[in-house]
């Protein structure tokens, strides 16, 4: 017989090369707290181990195709139908839901300083602040632009969104997601996406906190498609970090809360619903660090379309028109030669959002500062302010870089409407669109 020398192997495991993640976009994951809970080879074995229950949760309908069906396989110390009970109405506060025509105003570029944080207890729960919505959330399209402000984490209350996905981008200060999948801990400049249906609660591990929320009512976020850029660069799927599992066993009374056709309602349980001892599949909450974001620009002339900003998109039926884009304009060497390198003036038929997260946005001088919003909706022009207009103008064509600076777009195809609250804000600028006042004429037909 012959005996084949087989050469030592080393091996290293990925596993906690970020503690508590999994990395990867959409993969069909598995995780257990305890070891055996997750099944082998099947989904619903006739007894579970631990005295489980199995539990499927499907974000995609049965039937969707392959790359876009989501589904998850929970084993929870109670199953679901146990964590409802009688539900009665609450205060929704200022969470609007599309369709939401509450206040009509007048057509117009809009801006808005940031949001202050009050000294008032805010959870997550009573701390959103609706500032668009766009859309319709029983026809599962469009989406609703937040801003949150949280000065109290929630205790024995858990909150779950069946009206749409929850996309988090942290502006100021860190928040702590105890989800029913994991926890996930992130902080200004992370962003966290909790898919439709999945419990969690929100906690401040380091004072207040504000950012910015867009409520997805359509399909999930998915990574935007490269085209000609290859395999590499935009946001990598590898960057993108899902919790593992971990549950907690607490048989005290816990609120449930759950945003339901627009409305919130309650009800009180016997124990946390945050039980999930094992899970595996691809629907699940993960967070991605907007800083890890590899830009793609111009290296000859010509400012591109914001597109090749896309950190992820939510498609809707029509290719290539999305429900929403999140676009960023991360850190960035500017170049190109012989351009007018801030970005155009233009008029779009998709409506934009676009926040602010730290450091200044290059296509304004004043008056757009972090926690701030500003609002270009539906073929509404927009540009450079002057003095941006004209800095750039004259400015000597040097390789330079545009640094300590994030700011970030919820672009739909949906015209956005103002809520009341926004509307009658006090940090709404009268005089926003006088930034383009001093455009005056130039033209001069002698001077070619
Ligand atoms: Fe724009």
Not at 225 to 230: A, C, F
Not at 251 to 258: A, F, G, I, K, Y
Request: with cysteine.
């Amino acid at each position: 017989m012959n005996r084949i020398d087989i050469p030592a192997i080393n091996s290293a495991t990925s596993v906690g090369v970020t503690p508590g993640y999994m990395s990867g976009f959409g993969n069909s994951f598995e995780t257990e707290a305890l070891p055996g809970a997750l099944p082998i080879g099947r989904n619903s074995p006739q007894r579970c181990a631990y005295g489980l229950y199995a539990e499927q949760i499907s974000g995609s309908p049965f039937t969707a195709p392959r790359d876009a069906n989501e589904r998850s396989w929970l084993y929870r110390i109670r199953p679901s139908v146990r964590h409802s009970g009688r539900f009665a109405k609450r205060d929704t506060g200022l969470w609007r839901t599309a369709p939401c025509h509450e206040h009509e105003i007048a057509l117009g570029q809009l801006r808005w300083d940031p949001q202050p944080i009050p000294n008032d207890p805010l959870t997550f729960v009573t701390g959103v602040r609706t500032i668009t919505t766009a859309g319709d959330a029983g026809t599962q399209t469009g989406m609703a632009a937040h801003v949150y402000v949280i000065t109290r984490s929630m205790v024995d209350q858990t909150f779950y969104n069946a009206d749409g996905e929850l996309l988090f981008v942290l502006q100021q200060g860190a928040l702590r997601f105890v989800t029913e999948f994991g926890v996930i801990t992130a902080e200004p400049a992370e962003i966290v996406v909790i898919p439709r249906g999945v419990k969690f609660r929100v906690e401040l591990p380091s004072g207040p906190a504000r950012g910015y929320l867009c409520e997805n009512y359509g399909g999930a976020f998915r990574l935007p498609e490269r085209g000609p850029i290859g395999a590499n660069c935009l946001a990598n799927a590898r960057d993108f970090l899902t919790p593992v599992a971990a549950y907690e066993e607490k048989d005290s009374p816990t609120e449930l809360v759950v945003k339901w056709g627009g409305a919130l309602w309650t009800t009180t349980l016997g124990h946390s619903p945050l039980d999930v001892v094992a899970w595996h599949g691809n629907y699940a909450p993960y967070k991605y660090d907007l800083r890890r974001f590899a830009a793609v620009g111009s290296i000859s002339f010509d400012h591109p379309d914001p597109s090749i900003f896309s950190v992820l998109s939510a498609p809707s039926e029509t290719p290539g028109t999305a429900n929403i884009d999140l676009v960023i304009f991360p850190e960035r060497w500017a170049v190109a030669e012989n351009t007018f390198r801030p970005p155009w003036y233009h008029m779009n038929v998709m409506s934009e959002f676009m926040g602010l997260i730290y450091g200044a946005y290059e296509a304004r001088t004043t008056g757009f500062t972090p926690g701030g919003i500003s609002l270009h909706n539906c073929m509404l022009p927009h540009g450079p302010d002057h003095e941006a207009f004209a800095a750039a103008s004259n400015a000597e064509l040097k390789p330079v870089k545009l640094a300590g600076t994030l700011a970030f777009m919820f672009e739909t195809r949906f015209p956005q409407k103002v809520t009341a609250y926004a509307a009658t804000a006090p940090t709404l600028q009268p005089d926003y669109a006088d930034c383009w006042k001093g455009l005056t004429k130039r033209f001069d037909p002698t001077k070619p």
